[in-house]
């Protein structure tokens, strides 16, 4: 399967009415990086590495909304994205200071209100950059040092 990336738009396969292609007209400049699909609601989440927040898109709707906004709890560049156990695990890097800073913030569904953070802030330089969650609930994170 191939998928290709023009402009800002995702372009969702549903086996029943075929593709349905969505156009984020409102911000020509999220630079998308990360998608995450929530199969209980529908939703489908979006990180931004440039505006520092998460969107989601409500395919029935065709909308695209904030669900954090730019910087809110910490979060970093949107680097890496997971659904699990009816939260979103949401992995945010920058390397911007020399040294790299993290954050992994769980926030709940389909709130949004923070649950936990863990913030990897030292004088080593890594960037956490991606993240997967096993059936039991354990989180392997990717690091680039």
Same mark, same amino acid.
């Given at each position: 399967?191939?998928? $290709?990336?023009?402009?800002?738009?995702?372009?969702? &396969?549903?086996?029943?009415?075929?593709? *349905?292609? +969505?156009?984020?007209?409102?911000?020509?400049? #999220?630079? !998308?990086?990360?998608?995450?699909?929530?199969? *209980?609601?529908?939703? +489908? &989440?979006?990180?931004?590495?440039?505006?520092?927040?998460?969107?989601?898109?409500? !395919?029935? =709707?065709?909308?695209?909304?904030?669900?954090?906004?730019?910087?809110?709890?910490? $979060?970093?560049?949107?680097?890496?994205?997971?659904? &699990?156990? %009816?939260?979103?695990? =949401? #992995?945010?890097?920058?390397?911007?200071?020399? %040294?790299?800073?993290? +954050?992994?913030?769980?926030?709940?569904? !389909?709130?949004?209100? #923070?649950?936990?953070?863990?913030?990897?802030?030292?004088?080593? @330089?890594?960037?956490? %950059?991606?993240?997967?969650?096993?059936?039991?609930? %354990?989180?392997? #994170? @990717?690091?680039? *040092?």
């Amino acid at each position: 399967m191939r998928f $290709y990336y023009l402009g800002i738009f995702l372009l969702l &396969f549903a086996c029943s009415s075929g593709p *349905q292609r +969505i156009e984020i007209e409102e911000e020509k400049d #999220l630079i !998308p990086e990360v998608i995450a699909f929530d199969p *209980q609601s529908g939703n +489908i &989440f979006l990180s931004s590495v440039h505006k520092k927040k998460i969107g989601i898109i409500d !395919p029935r =709707a065709s909308t695209f909304l904030d669900f954090i906004s730019s910087g809110q709890y910490g $979060y970093k560049r949107g680097v890496g994205m997971m659904v &699990f156990d %009816n939260k979103l695990f =949401a #992995l945010g890097s920058d390397a911007e200071s020399g %040294n790299g800073t993290s +954050i992994l913030l769980v926030l709940n569904l !389909p709130e949004g209100n #923070l649950l936990e953070s863990y913030v990897l802030s030292d004088s080593s @330089t890594h960037f956490l %950059n991606d993240l997967v969650i096993d059936r039991r609930g %354990n989180i392997y #994170l @990717t690091v680039t *040092q």
